[in-house]
């Protein structure tokens, strides 16, 4: 069974950086096209960045475009997201999600996800 796991987050200062993990067990990273998305209380999850499987491209949310950078490392079968410069705004669970099918920025679309990690951000 496919399983995800977010780590990494913590709380920072404004202008901070925070470097999330995303661990899967049960399958092999390198066959699925990965996203972070994000959730703040009381708001829809909304698409941070996502890498697809196959030529590891890599496409991003305008919110976060140039502070945040997703990669994947296959060999240890994680994706990180490396977040700098960040903003009471980025304040949030974070959440990684897997498909199998091609890549999106809708959340209904991936069947696998993680429990989450909280990313608080002061100003």
């Known amino acids: 069974q496919v399983q995800l796991v977010e780590s990494g987050g913590g709380l920072v200062q404004t202008g901070g950086s925070l470097r999330l993990s995303c661990a899967m067990s049960g399958g092999t990273l390198s066959s699925f096209n990965i996203a972070w998305f994000r959730q703040a209380p009381g708001k829809q999850r909304e698409f941070v960045a996502g890498?697809?499987?196959?030529?590891?491209?890599?496409y991003s949310g305008d919110s976060v475009k140039a502070r945040f950078t997703i990669s994947r490392d296959n060999a240890k079968n994680t994706v990180n997201l490396q977040m700098n410069s960040l903003e009471p705004e980025d304040t949030a669970v974070y959440y990684c999600a897997g498909t199998t099918q091609y890549r999106s920025n809708y959340p209904s679309h991936y069947a696998y996800w993680g429990q989450g990690t909280q990313v608080a951000v002061s100003s």
């Open positions: 890498i697809t499987w196959d030529d590891g491209k890599r």
